[in-house]
């Protein structure tokens, strides 16, 4: 069992937000605060140094913002690369969503409380993609539905893919756990995790995250859809 600090980076433009962050971060004995940064720049060259576990990253910031900034971490950082986190102060916010489609595994609110922040760095530091609640996927409905489709993620991109892996992106876009899927569609949990797996390898994807905002944009999951993905996951 791996028994090293998760090591992270906070990034914001604001002082008293970014010291409050890593502040905070820093009562978590698994945790290991490896640096912090005023903006995007900034950013990629303290996660070059200090290839950090987790980033939190404010998402509007002068010059080079949180999704440039995401973006260049990523792919500088090679696989499996850091997981980003972005910070934002509204929910529904068009650059969460650039964010999202630039690689980020989840976003978080700035008044989130200290036990979300610290579950959420743990969630992401696992590999896991921190698809909360409604609101990510709600997020990602609405601005998918707001604009033309990406080609790079249109319906070609999903030829690739098995009957039954499609409908498994098709339930992970719903909003599904493992478990629900499973028992959707009468396999093992163990046969949903080698489906998720096989689904992010032919894609290209990162994460769940990633693999629902690539069913909305390459059409295969229409905004608005409703289900049982209008509840958190487990």
């Known amino acids: 069992m791996n028994t ?96 999202l489609a630039a690689g980020a595994s989840g976003f978080l609110l700035k008044d989130v409380t200290a036990e979300r922040l610290f579950d959420a760095v743990r969630v992401v530091a696992s590999g896991e993609a921190l698809l909360a609640p409604t609101v990510t996927r709600r997020l990602i409905g609405e601005f998918a539905r707001m604009r033309p489709r990406q080609a790079a993620r249109g319906a070609g991109a999903l030829a690739a893919l098995t009957p039954r892996e499609t409908e498994v992106l098709r339930l992970i876009a719903a909003g599904l756990s493992n478990p629900e899927i499973a028992r959707s569609l009468s396999v093992t949990e163990e046969t949903v995790k080698t489906h998720v797996s096989r689904v992010l390898a032919k894609l290209g994807l990162r994460d769940r995250t990633q693999a629902v905002v690539a069913a909305y944009e390459s059409g295969l999951v229409v905004p608005g859809f409703g289900g049982p993905g209008d509840r958190a996951d487990d």
């Open 4 to 99: 090293d600090p998760i090591r992270i980076v906070v990034v914001d433009d604001h002082e008293v937000v970014r010291a409050g962050f890593a502040g905070l971060l820093a009562t978590q004995r698994d945790f290991a605060v490896v640096g912090t940064a005023s903006d995007g720049g900034e950013a990629v060259a303290v996660c070059a140094e200090q290839r950090p576990d987790v980033v939190l990253m404010d998402v509007r910031m002068p010059g080079v913002d949180g999704i440039e900034a995401t973006g260049r971490i990523l792919a500088d950082a090679g696989e499996p690369g850091p997981r980003v986190l972005i910070l934002t102060t509204f929910d529904l916010d068009e650059h969460v969503y650039d964010a």
